[in-house]
């Protein structure tokens, strides 16, 4: 399955096996994206529900018309690297953190996303941020 269980600065590309357990834990929830924390902020799964924020089809197709890493999928005025987020959180209690920010999407909308971002590791992906989106639609107007 992982390399020795080797999580230490070798990060294990995703193999079928492992894109099926991670399909099975989230498919289910909305918009989950997995990003690397070693410094990278590489993308490295997003379910379903995720994808369909972005409107893209595939895994494939988020990376290449998004973006790869955690600053292509934040406007620039918005995206703090993950280390600084992580940083201002040093110290306190906490075990996720809650932000919104506005994103465009694959087609070009722009949208808002009310985001969880929650710090863990896994066996053969090493340490990851777990980013649980959900899309919030903007307020009417008022004339």
Avoid: W
């Avoid at 990003?35 to 990376?63: H, I, M």
């Avoid at 995206?79 to 694959?106: H, Q």
């Amino acid at each position: 399955m992982c390399r020795d269980n080797d999580v230490s600065n070798t990060p294990v590309s995703l193999t079928a096996e492992i894109k099926a357990r991670l399909h099975a834990a989230y498919d289910s929830l909305p918009g989950i994206f997995l990003f690397r924390t070693d410094g990278t902020e590489e993308l490295v799964f997003a379910n379903r529900d995720a994808l369909a924020l972005y409107q893209c089809e595939s895994f494939d197709a988020l990376r290449g018309k998004v973006g790869t890493t955690f600053s292509h999928f934040l406007l620039p005025d918005d995206y703090l690297p993950l280390a600084e987020l992580a940083r201002r959180s040093a110290g306190k209690d906490v075990s996720r953190r809650f932000y919104n920010y506005e994103y465009r999407t694959a087609l070009g909308h722009l949208r808002r996303m009310e985001i969880t971002l929650r710090q863990g590791t896994d066996a053969c992906l090493g340490p990851l941020l777990l980013h649980d989106a959900h899309r919030r639609r903007y307020a009417p107007q008022r004339l």
